[in-house]
């Protein structure tokens, strides 16, 4: 099974209209891809969004974030089997705005991703440092943490589920983008820590996907590193001949 992937994070950008038109505009621009393709839309277009690229091949859809509790009054918020039930695949979790602005923790996070595993979604875990830990070099040890954190309580079949996306925190929104060889160190890093874990089979199926500032011209360049299976792309993922540049860049 392939392990690559593109997947889109609009955030809180589109209104309902703009994003059917995009999703139809890569679907155009992009025909059957030979990656999977996700859009991680926001939650008001989930069900439209599904509806848009249900039956054809290599195209999901990721919610951007769930509850951690299945359901109750928690006003507001939408639970994995809501998410499950209307055959959203996937649910982005961990994403550093919301670690920002949002206060979640990994200790969370790892709550929302045991609910979003029972509820039979996938979640696409996302890691990564701020400015200052790398600068100090600590990179590893931070982001060895979050994974460990997260991830290491759930077994072998589970993390099998599992996306894990590394985003650097100074390279999202930035312009700036790590380096192939620093997305490749720490991709690599990760998986090592997966292996030991969880053993070599459950490593190497795993999908890493880097994300921060990817664009058309840097795309395949970070792509073709042996341990990056991918994206997970903010800003280019809002226009869709960017967004459909990038998908064609995995394996050019
Ligand atoms: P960016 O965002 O591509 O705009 O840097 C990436 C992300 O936040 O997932």
């Not at 499950?84 to 982005?92: D, F, L, P, R, T």
């Not at 880097?210 to 299976?229: C, H, I, M, R, T």
């Amino acid at each position: 099974m392939s392990r690559t992937m593109v997947a889109g994070n609009w955030k809180m950008n589109t209104s309902p209209a703009e994003g059917a038109r995009l999703i139809q505009e890569v679907m155009e621009k992009v025909g059957t891809p030979a990656t999977r393709v996700v859009f991680g839309v926001p939650a008001l277009q989930l069900m439209q969004a599904q509806e848009l690229v249900a039956g054809h091949t290599n195209y999901a859809i990721a919610a951007q974030n769930m509850h951690q509790e299945t359901s109750g009054a928690y006003t507001g918020e939408i639970s994995a089997g809501m998410l499950s039930e209307v055959g959203i695949e996937y649910v982005i979790l961990g994403h550093s705005e919301r670690r920002d602005y949002a206060g979640e923790d990994d200790d969370l996070i790892n709550l929302k991703i045991q609910r979003a595993l029972e509820a039979g979604l996938r979640p696409i875990y996302c890691c990564g440092e701020k400015l200052d830990i790398r600068e100090a070099g600590n990179q590893e040890l931070v982001v060895g943490k979050q994974v460990e954190q997260a991830l290491y309580s759930l077994d072998p079949e589970q993390i099998e589920k599992i996306v894990i996306a590394y985003e650097p925190v100074w390279a999202i929104g930035t312009g700036r983008t790590a380096s192939k060889e620093q997305a490749q160190d720490m991709h690599a890093y990760i998986r090592r820590m997966i292996a030991n874990q969880f053993g070599a089979d459950v490593a190497q199926n795993l999908t890493i996907l880097y994300g921060g500032s990817v664009k058309p011209n840097n795309a395949v360049e970070l792509f073709s590193q042996p341990d990056v299976d991918g994206g997970l792309v903010g800003g280019a993922s809002l226009d869709a001949e960017n967004f459909a540049a990038i998908v064609n860049a995995i394996g050019g």
